[in-house]
């Protein structure tokens, strides 16, 4: 009993040690759920219930394009693309043997791949062999950035060459896929055929970040027809990125990157829908998304009548490839291009602007229309008009002055004259026959020359080169002309000379150069009666159509925009109008061989730009308007570096019988 | 087997029955989630019906033959340890999270060893102990080493074998409950508190060496990876987007269980391992303050019961079985529960009776079983002294 006791003895006290030290543990963590739940509880509670907004948005389409008699123009049609997106951890070795997955299932142009793709990519392929390449003795002089560039100098053509179609359709792919940031959708495919749509889906499982998403891609149903001019869609460019971003874009929006889709990108732009979620910390979505319908962008409708632009398009090929074709081939070796910009000369709409660019390689006329608003030419005589209103505005000349038109020879024995000598003219006789020697009066009275006794009362030359363009920047002549594109030419601006010689050419249109599009605006103001008109191609703007073929409720109208008036009285317009129908009705009208029985009536000037004298190599060029009593119709016609032939006055003529048979029909919306 | 009145303890099965439908609910809870494919509730609520039957076979057993079983049931349970150790990467003993310590029986299921192990180690503990102190009647310090020794090299094989699998939380568990036995077996004050002492002198020379000679801590000592979970553990915002996570979103279910809970089933924080190791966090979200300390009452009242068991027995085997279980329990509870509130780093340690998991939960099962076995003999060795 005794033995029993002694061993007895230990074990409650330890037992009972046991017990307490287990009840100081279970208080530990009664104490520490108190302050976590208790205490600390309201503030996980906030934590849990602390939501993060997360937002799902659907592209909607963009606004349609409608022509001038609200035929659809620009169209969307729904594809589906091939999306992918990778995370910030995404290795190039993944997204290499990934692309070599997708490339199984998906057909991918590689005619946007440039020659440093390919190599980049050679490089990448042959790792240890290109190092080989550079010895290691040179390898440690370079830097790391020069030591890629030696490796990218030593893969050779052959090398190049040596990519099979597989490889480079890869690399295609690769690339699309390397575009753009960590996670945000990138398209590798836009268009995905059926097939192709359906066999990514099925290996969705095996193509991480890889998907399939509906989207919308441009249709024109005029196809080629002023395609240019309405512009591309596509990717925020980089360095735009955080201007559309500021504007609500997402980084995988596309967007309109050129000409009208860009001008007018924020009302074609549809409203994404979106549904606005609220996800607790884990991620849950919390109740029911908030849901805003999206809708497709505004539609806008153009002044561009596509049928007229469609058949101002093919007069300007057709007469190009009149006079490069038979016996004046040769001679026009040189001529690859001819404008067209025809607008209404008293509201400023566009109603067409054309192009026609030849190339030499392939012997193809492409459309260009995009020309006639950033090439700039000198475009001759056809400026005249504002020659003598400057004049006549600064007081050089009056509606009486005449000058005996002669070669004129000075002092240094230099000889300058018109094509013909006419004798004693006026002013509009000067322009009917294009007299030089009228306008270089002109510009001697302005500089401050006494040409009878050949000397200078009061030399100032650069005075008469800033009187001139002064003037002619109120016909729009070396300024914006106010289109609405994202940007246009404003001309090339010659500079300043103390040479008289050279301010007398400016006064023939032979030192500034300008648009096309400037020289519309020029002769619209002449026939608008001084009102210079900011040109547009926006007529209205309608919200989306519900119905297909019906438009809209209609939003905004374009109304015309006065830019300003020539400071100057009617009556000195009077004679440039006088003038300008001369040139196409009177005996020594210079077009009025091909103009003088149109029942429209027109009123121009013609010009020829002498632009290597020796070869006789010539701008050809033409400003009219019609009727000249009541002008509906302003174009200017440029036909850059032609030798043989009047091109220039053949086009306006088949141009303004186009447009007045096609108004005689009732196709035009005027 | 005699039964007796007072000895059918009603109170200590219904805590029991408690704990299972905790289990049942907070697994159902967590597998709703939707983060798991299978029934999870089903299959521990079938798991409980297969230990109580095996445990009632353990009720059947008397403690002589406990006794005698218990050195097969301990070589049997090392010889499979050594064998997980042993074994390559096998199908039957496939390497899962890092560790080899599962057995896969062919249309039974997969089998934790380590687990019965505990249980088997606290038996042969208790029988070495007792063996020892049948043989010496004083308690000096000399026998004390002697008693010291004859522990730590019963332990020390199972504890080696289960390092090796590598599996720290479970020698951890091993290692506290041969501390416990050393408490209880009388083992002299003097090397209790030496060993607290040398316990509490190591940890903190490891925190100086960290502070003070980092190279040669990070050298010699523990790699930076291995010390994440203490970094997690420390400062769990600091890394919630790594080691740190599963306490961040442990601590906001709790913490956002407030005082009263979410509800049933209304728990909305996302927890990974939810049905197994972190399902407390599940429980204490929907229960609040007031379920988790009552969930907590529970497992102290579960405790309280085996701790009154052992003082009213008189075998010195039957107490030392029942701190063994005490240790397996309380260590278990503490550790699991104080893992997800932050209180001890994580470790993959189960919470007994409520996490899902057949070998953990068979363990806990037959460990119930055994105190409850002593509480039914009790009348045996009342009148014992009297024959």
Redesign the interface.
């Known amino acids: 009993m005794k033995?029993?006791k002694?061993?007895?003895n230990?074990?409650?006290l330890?037992?009972?040690?046991?017990?307490l030290?287990?009840?100081l543990?279970?208080s530990?963590?009664?104490f520490?759920?108190?302050f976590?739940?208790?205490v600390?509880?309201?503030?996980?509670?906030r934590?849990?219930s602390s939501t993060e907004n997360v937002t799902a948005k659907l592209d909607a389409p963009r606004g349609k394009i409608y022509d001038d008699t609200n035929q659809i123009a620009v169209d969307n049609k729904p594809i589906y693309s091939i999306t992918y997106t990778r995370n910030q951890k995404t290795t190039p070795e993944e997204i290499d043997a990934l692309a070599k997955k997708l490339s199984l299932y998906i057909s991918k142009s590689t005619k946007s791949l440039t020659d440093r793709d390919k190599k980049d990519y050679f490089i990448y392929l042959h790792k240890k062999e290109m190092e080989k390449r550079v010895s290691a003795s040179e390898r440690k002089k370079l830097s790391d950035k020069a030591y890629n560039q030696r490796l990218i100098d030593s893969v050779t053509k052959k090398d190049l060459a040596s990519l099979t179609k597989k490889q480079l359709k890869v690399l295609a792919i690769k690339s699309e896929m390397m575009r753009g940031y960590a996670l945000s959708p990138q398209r590798v495919k836009m268009g995905a055929t059926q097939e192709e749509i359906a066999v990514v889906s099925e290996h969705l499982n095996e193509l991480p970040g890889v998907d399939v998403k509906p989207d919308a891609q441009r249709t024109y149903p005029f196809k080629g027809t002023f395609k240019e001019l309405f512009g591309q869609v596509k990717s925020i460019p980089e360095n735009a990125l955080s201007y559309y971003q500021s504007h609500g874009n997402d980084r995988t929006d596309l967007i309109g990157t050129s000409f009208i889709e860009a001008q007018y990108e924020s009302l074609l732009r549809g409203k994404k829908s979106t549904m606005h979620y609220v996800t607790?910390?884990?991620?849950?979505p919390v109740g029911n998304p908030d849901e805003t319908d999206g809708t497709r962008g505004n539609d806008i409708s153009l002044t561009v009548n596509l049928k007229l632009q469609k058949q101002v398009e093919n007069i300007i090929e057709k007469r190009l490839k009149q006079v490069k074709s038979g016996g004046t081939a040769y001679a026009n070796r040189d001529l690859t291009e001819a404008y067209v910009v025809m607008m209404n000369p008293k509201t400023g709409a566009i109603l067409s602007m054309a192009g026609k660019q030849y190339n030499k390689d392939t012997g193809n006329y492409k459309n260009a229309p995009y020309g006639a608003v950033y090439n700039s030419f000198a475009m001759g005589s056809a400026v005249k008009g504002a020659t003598v209103l400057t004049g006549l505005q600064s007081g050089a000349i009056t509606p009486s002055t005449h000058f005996y038109d002669a070669p004129l020879v000075f002092g240094d024995g230099r000889k300058m004259k018109s094509f013909h000598s006419l004798g004693n003219i006026g002013p509009v006789q000067a322009l009917e026959a294009s007299s030089n020697v009228y306008m270089w009066n002109i510009a001697m009275k302005l500089a401050g020359y006494d040409y009878p006794h050949k000397r200078y009362i009061d030399k100032h030359v650069e005075q008469a080169f800033r009187t001139l363009r002064n003037s002619y920047s109120q016909f729009g002549l070396g300024v914006s002309t106010g289109v609405d594109l994202p940007s246009e030419a404003t001309g090339y601006n010659t500079g300043m000379s103390d040479q008289l010689a050279q301010a007398m050419f400016f006064a023939i249109g032979q030192f500034d150069t300008y648009t096309p599009l400037q020289m519309a605006q020029y002769v619209s103001t002449i026939a608008n009666n001084g009102y210079r008109m900011q040109p547009h191609f926006l007529k209205e703007v309608r919200e989306p159509s519900v119905k297909d073929g019906k438009l809209g409720k209609l939003l905004y109208k374009f109304e015309p925009n006065v830019l300003n008036r020539l400071e100057m009285p009617q009556r000195y317009i009077d004679v440039v109008q006088q003038g300008f129908r001369q040139v196409m009705i009177g005996s020594k009208g210079t077009a009025a061989g091909i103009f003088r029985n149109k029942t429209y009536n027109p009123a121009g000037k013609t010009g020829t730009a002498e632009v290597d004298k020796k070869s006789g190599l010539d701008n050809k060029t033409l400003v009219s308007y019609a009727p000249y009593n009541n002008p509906e119709v302003a174009i200017s016609v440029v036909v850059p570096k032609i030798r043989e032939g009047q091109t220039n006055s053949e086009i306006a003529s088949d141009v303004l019988d186009t447009y007045f048979k096609m108004k005689q029909k009732g196709e035009l919306d005027q | 087997m005699k039964v007796r009145e007072g000895q059918w303890d009603r109170g200590y099965l219904l805590i029991l029955l408690l704990l299972a439908c905790c289990s049942i609910v907070s697994i159902y809870a967590a597998q709703e989630t939707a983060q798991y494919v299978e029934n999870f509730a089903a299959k521990q609520a079938f798991w409980y019906v297969f230990g109580i039957a095996i445990s009632i076979l353990l009720l059947l057993l008397d403690f002589q033959q406990i006794r005698r079983l218990s050195l097969y049931f301990y070589l049997f349970g090392n010889a499979v340890l050594l064998m997980l150790v042993l074994l390559p990467d096998v199908s039957f003993a496939p390497i899962r999270n890092g560790a080899q310590s599962w057995l896969i029986v062919p249309g039974f299921g997969s089998i934790q060893p380590s687990e019965f192990m505990k249980l088997i180690l606290i038996v042969f503990l208790s029988v070495v102990a007792s063996r020892h102190l049948e043989k010496y009647q004083e308690s000096s310090l000399k026998e004390s080493w002697l008693l010291v020794g004859k522990l730590l090299l019963t332990s020390g094989i199972p504890i080696l074998l289960v390092l090796m699998q590598p599996d720290l939380g479970t020698a951890l568990v091993m290692i506290g409950i041969t501390f416990v036995m050393m408490l209880v077996a009388g083992v002299h004050w003097k090397i209790i508190s030496g060993m607290l002492a040398m316990g509490v002198l190591f940890v903190g020379s490891f925190v100086f060496t960290y502070f003070q000679f980092p190279a040669f801590f990070h050298a010699h000592l523990l790699k930076e990876y291995q010390l994440g979970r203490i970094y997690a553990w420390l400062d769990p915002y600091g890394y919630r987007n790594g080691e740190g996570y599963n306490l961040v979103s442990s601590l906001i279910a709790v913490g956002s269980g407030e005082f009263s809970g979410k509800g049933l089933q209304q728990g909305d924080v996302y927890i990974a391992e939810a049905h197994s190791d972190f399902i407390f966090p599940i429980f204490a979200e929907q229960f609040g303050f007031i379920g988790s300390s009552v969930l907590i009452t529970l497992f102290f009242l579960l405790i309280y019961k085996i701790t009154s068991t052992a003082l009213k027995v008189i075998e010195p085997f039957e107490s030392f079985l029942c701190a063994g279980v005490i240790a397996l329990f309380s260590i278990h509870i503490f550790e699991n529960i104080g893992m997800t509130i932050g209180v001890v780093p994580i470790t993959g340690i189960p919470l007994p009776f409520i996490s899902y998991g057949g070998s953990a939960l068979i363990t806990n099962l037959l460990a119930a079983a055994l105190i409850y076995n002593i509480r039914l003999r009790m009348g045996d060795y009342i009148f014992k002294p009297d024959h």
């Open positions: 033995k029993k002694k061993k007895k230990h074990v409650p330890r037992m009972n040690v046991l017990f030290g287990v009840f543990l279970f530990v963590l009664i520490r759920l108190g976590v739940q208790i600390d509880g309201e503030e996980y509670h934590a849990v607790n910390k884990s991620g849950k």
